[in-house]
């Protein structure tokens, strides 16, 4: 069965220091993986998802993740943080097999502050 | 704005009244699911449709809910008999099935509290 670890309930980070959100998933074959952020009274945005075409992953506003399979992990990272980044991060695997579609497993989510 | 839409954003009900939502998918998506979410949790799966055929419930589908896609475009989701422990955001998605690296997409939620 596919799922996700989320190693951090809560981060913390200044204004213009780096940011990582940690994200672990278990696996029986090859996943699509996504990080979603969901803002304060809004809907779920997709930030970006890794489906075997490369191992580093570019997102939207500055976002990357990198899959390492030897690792299971899925780790979320940015440069340097912005106030606007402070949200709720969803790491979010599959239950089918890379670009097959299937229902979506959230992780329980990592709340990101940026303190200015 | 083409995005998934749901009706209504907020919902208040009295224990024991039934509820029913809608969701309006993004015009050419053939795929849609139904999650809900808790306070302080990701988001669970409850259904998926593919065109109007109900392919999969999850065991957090009690009998008092039902799910339909009538002609394979809007879906509704009701729940007979609320219970307090129904209430949650109820979120949907839709995906075109076959698109690289099938993406869902998510609707703003519909909140539901019962008294």
């Given at each position: 069965a596919q799922s996700v670890t989320q190693l951090d309930s809560h981060v913390?980070?200044?204004?213009?220091?780096?940011?990582?959100?940690?994200?672990?998933?278990?696996?029986?074959y090859s996943p699509s993986l996504f990080w979603y952020v969901q803002h304060p009274n809004k809907g779920l945005q997709l930030l970006l998802k890794y489906t075997s075409a490369a191992t580093l992953v570019k997102g939207?506003?500055?976002f990357e993740a990198e899959f390492k399979k030897?690792?299971?992990?899925?780790?979320?990272?940015?440069?340097s943080a912005h106030m606007s980044d402070a949200a709720e991060y969803f790491c979010v695997v599959?239950?089918?097999?890379v670009n097959q579609g299937g229902k979506l497993i959230f992780g329980q989510g990592t709340e990101l502050s940026v303190k200015p | 704005d083409t995005g998934v839409s749901q009706?209504?954003?907020?919902?208040?009900?009295?224990?024991?009244?039934?509820?029913?939502?809608?969701c309006d998918p993004i015009s050419e998506h053939n795929r849609l699911y139904w999650y809900r979410q808790t306070l302080g949790q990701g988001p669970e799966f409850l259904t998926y449709f593919q065109n109007e055929a109900q392919l999969e419930k999850s065991r957090l589908l009690s009998?008092?809910?039902?799910?339909?896609?009538?002609?394979?475009?809007f879906s509704t989701l009701e729940?007979?008999?609320?219970?307090?422990?129904?209430?949650?955001?109820?979120?949907?998605?839709?995906?075109?099935?076959?698109g690289f690296g099938e993406t869902q997409y998510f609707g703003p939620g519909t909140r539901l509290l019962v008294l």
């Open positions: 913390s980070v200044s204004e213009g220091t780096p940011v990582l959100l940690r994200c672990n998933y278990s696996s029986s939207i506003n500055g030897s690792e299971t992990s899925f780790h979320l990272t940015k440069p599959s239950d089918r097999g | 009706d209504p954003r907020h919902k208040i009900t009295k224990r024991g009244q039934n509820v029913t939502f809608r009998d008092r809910f039902s799910a339909e896609r009538p002609k394979g475009s729940i007979q008999r609320t219970e307090q422990g129904d209430s949650a955001m109820y979120l949907c998605a839709s995906s075109l099935e076959g």
